[in-house]
């Protein structure tokens, strides 16, 4: 008979002459009737006539055998298994061997199929649905080399089997030999056109050989020979991801899983192309699913990890993590992004550990020896971070995101030519890497190389997160030199509010120039900038502009006005507090006895360096001295502080704060102001109020290096950490100096 793929087809095994049992005529009609009851799938028909036949003559070879061939359909392999060894005792013929063997493999004993395939060979060498059936077997037990070697020979014998060339190239495919595969698969298609197996195996060897347009296109031939082949359409949307083709990869990822709703590698897949289109919470929700079925799916649980990382919800991420090791230990890539993942909730040791496991794993493997170096540096371990940064760059050169980190480091450590060149570095590997750009101009700004820094911080324009500050307006950008006089212009704000407070100054300076100034202001911030001079119009965001003729952000007016360290516009107070709201802040406090100093040790924790410029209230707590009275200026307390704060002296008036009018009122009542890097440190700043601002070692840009003084706001004194995340030696300072801060002219 001729061969298949789709399973074993059992057919009578012819009895030899010497051993066919007595030729009666009842027997005859019982086997014929029984025959073909069994050709024609009545099976339980033809089960009683082999059973009848078998109950005249027990040791009826044929009859022995069909009657296990029926029981072996009906799924009785226990039951089929003694018939066919009855048979094939009496009678070692090799169809029967080979219907055995069938039997035998779907018992789960594959090493006794081979034995009986074996023995069928030996009766005939060149017997081909044996051959077949043995290149299966041997396929099945994972020898794929010994099937090769069987499929030669039977091709050998069959030229013009076109099967087999498919079920060669499979086994070529699981060598390596992928070109050999394709040649197969071609080989079959010349003799029997585009089946679909050839079709399907010419995609598979396409695609390892990283012809992935070509490999859709077999794909879908093999589609238009069965539509619903959802193993087809796993495929296809496989090769399309390597298209980096997400859209088109998810719609058959969707039509396999609609059409087989537990296959768990298409659901997983999907989760990938729904996380390659940014569209995370599906991609989760795909993990979630793949992992009802399958709760140790490693993968899923690690792109679970993904999405949740890339939803910022880190500890969720930190346990899809967990769970992913815990099913695949020595998983190299996730244990990194494990880390990478621990890091963003502050387990800095336990990311350490991670990465260390990695390399453990693999000394070489570069993603590892950058994410211990991103560990490094947020735990201020800038020279350990520059080894291992070291390490990236020397195996892979062209990696910006190593340069640009090391850069980072160098900058920390105040080695400013270094960190310079660093950034050039990313920068040439990536012209338009906009972070490169950025960093390059803070560090500029930081050492007072103003004239390259404003330049170069125009970067920021191309920064996608600036996306939603991006205005688009009809009417020119005002640059320096254009002519303002009896233009209208409008200013606006662009990034945060203290950014917003500092660089408001410039309005007067526009107003001088002869135009007329229209101010959009933050909603928080639009009644106190009523107090700033050369506003004549003020507007709050998302309300209608009038009418203007040129326009400029905030943060570019001191790039327009060639800004230096000698020309910043330092005359303060230029932001004034609302009497009427002073007056009523006086009387909410009540009469003062000490000195006040208002508070501010934490600002917004969505902030990208907020674990750098922010502090616990307990890191205040040598602070307290009872010949001060301690008021809290921030609006918001964190969950950590709340406990700390309800035990100690500090007067806590947040809820009442409705505005930044209300916090200038009441910063304007304090005698001094003690605060970290927030827009609060800003509005003391800018009232002129005096202001011990704590910064981290490595500061925001405006705040230069090696001095305690600050050029933008001539009230302030800067206290520097002096190592990275030493916030006791600043408080201490602050403590000793505290006489000298308060003015003593509580109003």
Not at 254 to 278: M, Y
Not at 339 to 346: F, W
Not at 525 to 532: E, G, N, Y
Request: contains cysteine; charged residues 25%; aromatic residues 8%.
């Amino acid at each position: 008979m001729t061969p298949n793929g789709e399973g074993t087809t059992f057919a009578s095994a012819p009895v030899a002459p010497d051993r066919r049992p007595p030729d009666t005529a009842q027997l005859e009609r019982l086997l014929l009737r029984a025959r073909k009851a069994h050709h024609e799938g009545a099976l339980q028909h033809a089960e009683n006539a082999y059973a009848e036949l078998l109950t005249l003559d027990p040791e009826h070879p044929e009859a022995l055998h069909l009657l296990g061939a029926v029981r072996f359909q009906q799924g009785r392999l226990d039951d089929a298994e003694p018939l066919m060894r009855r048979s094939v005792e009496r009678q070692p013929v090799p169809l029967a061997l080979a219907n055995y063997a069938a039997v035998l493999a779907g018992l789960g004993r594959e090493h006794d199929a081979l034995a009986r395939l074996d023995e069928a060979l030996a009766i005939n060498p060149v017997h081909q649905r044996v051959l077949f059936q043995r290149a299966g077997l041997l396929a099945q037990l994972g020898r794929h080399d010994d099937a090769r070697m069987v499929y030669d020979r039977l091709l050998e014998l069959t030229p013009g089997f076109a099967d087999g060339y498919v079920r060669r190239s499979d086994m070529l495919r699981a060598l390596g030999r992928h070109d050999e595969a394709l040649a197969d698969c071609e080989r079959s298609i010349t003799l029997a056109g585009r089946s679909f197996d050839a079709m399907r195996g010419r995609g598979l060897a396409l695609r390892e050989l990283g012809r992935f347009r070509d490999a859709v296109d077999s794909y879908g031939h093999a589609l238009a020979q069965t539509p619903g082949s959802v193993e087809v359409l796993f495929l296809r949307g496989v090769a399309y991801l390597d298209l980096h083709d997400p859209e088109r990869a998810l719609a058959d990822f969707n039509a396999a899983i609609a059409a087989s709703p537990t296959f768990v590698d298409a659901i997983f897949n999907s989760s990938i192309a729904l996380e390659q289109l940014g569209r995370h919470d599906e991609a989760l929700g795909r993990c979630d699913r793949v992992l009802a079925i399958d709760p140790r799916h490693a993968r899923a649980l690690a792109n679970r990890g993904n999405a949740a990382s890339h939803l910022e919800r880190y500890r969720d991420a930190v346990d899809s993590y967990a769970r992913a090791l815990d099913a695949e230990p020595g998983s190299i890539g996730v244990l990194c992004n494990y880390a990478s993942a621990l890091m963003r909730v502050e387990r800095h040791d336990d990311a350490r550990d991670m990465c260390d496991r990695a390399l453990a794993l693999d000394t070489s493997y570069a993603p590892a020896w950058f994410t211990r170096g991103r560990v490094q540096l947020e735990t201020h371990r800038y020279e350990a971070a520059l080894d291992d940064f070291a390490r990236v760059i020397d195996a892979t050169p062209r990696d910006k995101l190593a340069h640009f980190h090391k850069g980072n480091a160098l900058r920390a450590l105040r080695r400013h030519d270094d960190a310079r060149q660093a950034y050039a570095d990313a920068i040439d590997v990536d012209p338009d890497y906009v972070l490169a750009h950025c960093m390059r101009a803070f560090l500029c700004l930081s050492i007072g190389d103003f004239e390259a820094g404003w330049a170069e911080y125009e970067w920021r324009w191309r920064d996608t997160q600036l996306d939603a500050s991006r205005r688009t307006f009809a009417q020119p950008r005002w640059t320096h030199g254009m002519p303002l006089d009896g233009k209208t212009i409008l200013l606006y704000p662009e990034q945060g509010l203290g950014d917003t407070l500092q660089f408001c100054r410039y309005v007067p300076l526009v107003k001088a120039l002869g135009a007329r100034v229209v101010l959009e202001a933050p909603v928080e911030l639009k009644t106190l900038f009523a107090t700033l001079d050369g506003v004549d119009t003020l507007v709050a965001r998302g309300e209608p502009l009038p009418p203007f003729d040129l326009h400029c952000p905030l943060l570019s007016l001191p790039l327009e006005f060639r800004t230096d360290l000698a020309s910043i516009p330092a005359s303060v107070p230029y932001l004034a507090a609302d009497p009427v709201r002073i007056a009523r802040w006086r009387e909410r406090l009540g009469a003062s006895t000490r000195p006040r100093i208002g508070l501010v040790w934490s600002g917004n924790p969505l902030h990208l360096n907020d674990r750098n410029r922010s502090m616990t209230l307990a890191d205040l707590l040598p602070l307290f001295d009872d010949r001060y009275e301690w008021i809290s200026l921030q609006k918001v307390v964190r969950d950590e502080d709340r406990p700390v704060l309800d035990a100690s002296a500090v007067r806590f008036v947040g809820d009442e704060l409705q505005d930044f009018a209300d916090t200038a009122a009441l910063t304007a009542l304090m005698d001094g102001i003690v605060s970290v890097d927030t827009s609060v440190a800003h509005l003391a700043g800018a009232l002129g109020r005096p202001l011990a601002l704590m910064i981290p070692h490595t500061p925001d840009f405006r705040w230069l290096l090696e001095r305690d003084d600050s050029p933008w706001y001539p009230s302030a004194r800067l206290f520097r950490q002096p190592e990275g995340g030493q916030w006791a030696p600043v408080v201490e300072r602050i403590a000793a100096d505290l006489p000298t801060l308060v003015c003593g002219d509580a109003r």
